[in-house]
Structure formats: C-alpha cells, structure tokens
C-alpha cells in the first residue's frame, strides 16, 4: 500500500491563494496521504503584536514558554484547524494532529548545550500502529509542528523533521513518498536559474554534486535528511512544487538511494 | 458498552491547579469516555491584550472573523493541546478534536435575526460512526469549542450543546452518561447555601421545582437542555464537581427522565 506525506512550508501556508491551490492539488491525490505543515511568519506576528521579542539562533527558533504558548496557538489552533476545515470542503477527512495527539509523535527536549533552544523537541519515535489505523479508517492526519514528551510537556519540532520521521516509521506498514513541498520547482543546480532543476539525484550522483559545490549551503542539512530517510527504509523523495507533482515531464527533484 | 461525557467549562480550565485535579479524577473512570472544554476567559484575555473588544449579547460572545481567529488559536490550540498533552501524561491516550476533525460536528453558521452572532455554529449533527472507530482505537476525544459547517468555515459553538449532541447522537452505540462539570456540588434549592444540593430530579420534580420558582433563572435553559438529552436516548445526566462523582453517597444532582 502507498502512503505520501507532503510537508509545506511558511511561504505557501502565508498566501492564501496559494494554500488553497496546494490543497485542491493535495485533496486530488489518491490513496493515503499525510500533510506536516509548520506555522511560517504568522507565529513571528503575533509574538511582536503581544510584545514577545522573538528569538532565532541559525535559523531556528529559541522558544521560551511565551513562544511555545503562541506557537501551540497559531500552529495546533489557528493554521491546524483552517486547514483541516478547508480541506473538509475539498472532500478530504482531515484529522488535525500534534505529535501529544494519539500519543502519535514522542519527542524529548533537546539537551542544553551551547545554545538552550528551551521547549524545542527531538524526535525520538512515531506510534506507526495507531498512525496506521487512523489512516485505515479513510482519515487524513494533518500534522502540526508540535510534539510533546510523554510527560505533559509539549515541544516545538522542526516540521521538516516531523514529515522525515512520520515517513521513515511507516515505511514497514507502507510503501512511503516523502514530498518536500516549496515555492521553486526542485533542488537547482544555479541558485540564480530557477529553470535548473536536477530531475534525478541518487546518493551518488548527490555526493558528487557536493563535492563539486554545486549544491547551496542552505540546501545541505535538507538533502542530507533526505538520504538519511532514504537509507531507513523511505521508498522515494521528491523535492519541489506539489502542484507539479503529479503531472507528466513535470520539472521536479526525485532522490533515490 | 457505556460511555462517559464530560464538559469542563472556564472556571475548571483557568485554574491550573484545579483543571489538574479534575484532569487527574477523569484519568480514573474506566470504560470509553470524551471530554468537551471551552476555553473561558483566556479567549477575552488574548482579545483584549490583541486590542479587540470582545462583544457579548445576553451572555453569548458575538464572533466577527477577528475573534474566530482568536478562539480557533485558545480553544483549538492552547487549551486543547495543554489538555491532550497532560491526559497523555496521565497514561490515557487522548486526541484533540474539533467539530472539522474528521467531520466529527457539522454544523451551520447561525442565522442573523434581530442579533448577528457572527461565525457562531449551531449543530446540525455529529458521526457517530467515525467516533465510535476512535472510542475502539482505545483513544480519547477531547473536544474544544469549535465545529464547521462543511464548506470550509469554522465555527465557534457552545460547549454545553456540543457534549449534549454527542451524547445523544452516540446513544444508539452506547449506555451514555452526560456529565456537567462545574464549581458547585451541584443544583441547588437555595443559590446561597451550597450544600442545599438537590440530589435526584426527573421530569416531573423538576416542572415542580420551576412552578414553585426554586430553581434559579441561569439554570433553567441548562436543565431544558439535560433533559430534552434525556429524551433523547441519553441515559443519565450528572451536574456537580467531578472529583465527587466517583465517591459513594457524595451530593451532585442527578437527572433521568
């Protein structure tokens, strides 16, 4: 049996039009299917309008228990349930999860180092069972970019990390595509030629890509989490703008070991 | 089978200490259950502190798109997934529901007549069927405040009618309990005396009680509702503090037909 889970970031969560194309095109998609979607900008807009300087390290988000409160509000309620509403509409039996819901998602706090990122979670494992039947009863989990630690503590989890980990633990129930959805159309080999998608990249071709610095910096950690759930036990990932998807000679990134 | 319903309403929720003992109380009944919450003050709190003036007519909250956001973001997100995080610590396997989650509530948005109540919902019916799959998974739906009317419009919808409409529309499965849970022991002869609790009420005490003016104005729409439950297949209807319920010969009103 195939499972797809489609991961959507900030940018097309933020354009209304665009969400909306997104999960017509999502809605379209046969069989069983998942949707990880972070917060984007929304959760940094209403930090500043309630007076909460928000907090980024390298691009990730410090998250204090003000953040976290704001961010289970905008994630877990207002993005979570607008998208499961609207894709209700489309004919879709959405069910809005976090990882706290159904036990579904167990994560830890990450360990103080240099940096406290404060309430953030690492994923330690996914209830693939109950994932598993949640999917037989023709729902259609919609996941937000929160976990929780099994001891009442929810936690703010890389979204990203959420769909790769969800994909992984269902790939002995399920032949699992992971879909990294975002605004280009794949992995471009020049940043500046949005037309330069590479269609086809396995371990080796990627390894070889790299060593030439022809992938961008921003793109690595991706690429490296994308093998990295090829190698346990995900069938496929495509990379690129989910609208594309399904359609013949599309221009997308597809990664295969 | 039997099947508890509980609703916790704001004063039970805004009080950490409080909202954990109840938590800790329905963690221990057996069998299948549901919990329903609304999310009380802290909605009015966020609207106030976001500069929006929260409108209510005769005790009801008038909701325009700017306070749907705000009630989708607390009851969706902060209170339920706090809830679902905490019963998860508790060892009950708790998801966290709206009305649009697997299409759980429909419902339609209130007509305007001499007052617009904005997106308020009134419920048109519940799914039975999907629930009951949910109940057999061993989990437990905790529902907050919100429903859909199936065309991609959340709505904000009265707690109370919402545990009322799934203990009636769940009676065909199950033996079904409805229980309000709230600061008092229960309905009580005289407002100013909170041990003049009225143990046991059935339809025809309870005319008696209303003609002869003992029961109190702001309890009478609440008991109409209990008891057009009651006709409506509910077995029994439980009013008091939860953390009684359980003890023998402890006081809270109990309504049957």
Redesign the interface.
């Known amino acids: 049996m195939k499972l797809n889970i489609f991961k959507i970031g900030g940018n097309i969560i933020e354009n209304q039009e665009e969400l909306m194309t997104f999960l017509k095109s999502f809605s379209e998609i046969d069989g069983h299917k998942i949707l990880v979607h972070g917060g984007g900008k929304s959760a940094t807009e209403?930090l500043l309008?309630?007076g909460i300087v928000p907090l980024m390290i390298q691009g990730r988000r410090i998250t204090d228990s003000e953040t976290l409160?704001v961010v289970?509000?905008?994630?877990?309620?207002?993005v979570?349930?607008?998208i499961?509403?609207?894709l209700?509409?489309l004919g879709i039996?959405?069910?809005?999860?976090?990882g706290?819901?159904?036990?579904s998602i167990q994560a830890h706090k990450r360990p103080v180092t240099e940096i406290d990122y404060g309430f953030a979670g690492d994923v330690d494992g996914i209830d693939a069972s109950?994932l598993t039947?949640?999917l037989n009863?023709g729902?259609t989990p919609v996941f937000c970019a929160?976990t929780?630690d099994?001891?009442?503590?929810?936690l703010n989890t890389n979204a990203d990390t959420i769909a790769s980990a969800l994909a992984i633990g269902l790939s002995d129930e399920f032949k699992t595509t992971l879909n990294y959805c975002f605004e280009l159309n794949g992995v471009l080999k020049d940043i500046d030629d949005k037309t330069s998608v590479i269609q086809k990249m396995d371990s080796k071709s990627y390894e070889t890509l790299v060593s030439e610095g022809i992938i961008a910096e921003g793109m690595l950690p991706k690429l490296h989490n994308c093998f990295q759930a090829l190698k346990n036990g995900v069938a496929e990932v495509r990379i690129g703008n989910l609208g594309l998807f399904e359609k013949e000679n599309s221009n997308y990134t597809t990664l295969t070991l």
């Open positions: 209403l309008k309630l409160e289970t509000m905008v994630y877990g309620g207002q979570n349930k607008t499961v509403a609207k209700q509409a039996n959405a069910l809005g999860m976090s706290a819901d159904a036990n109950i039947s949640l009863l729902l929160l929780h099994q001891n009442g503590q929810l």
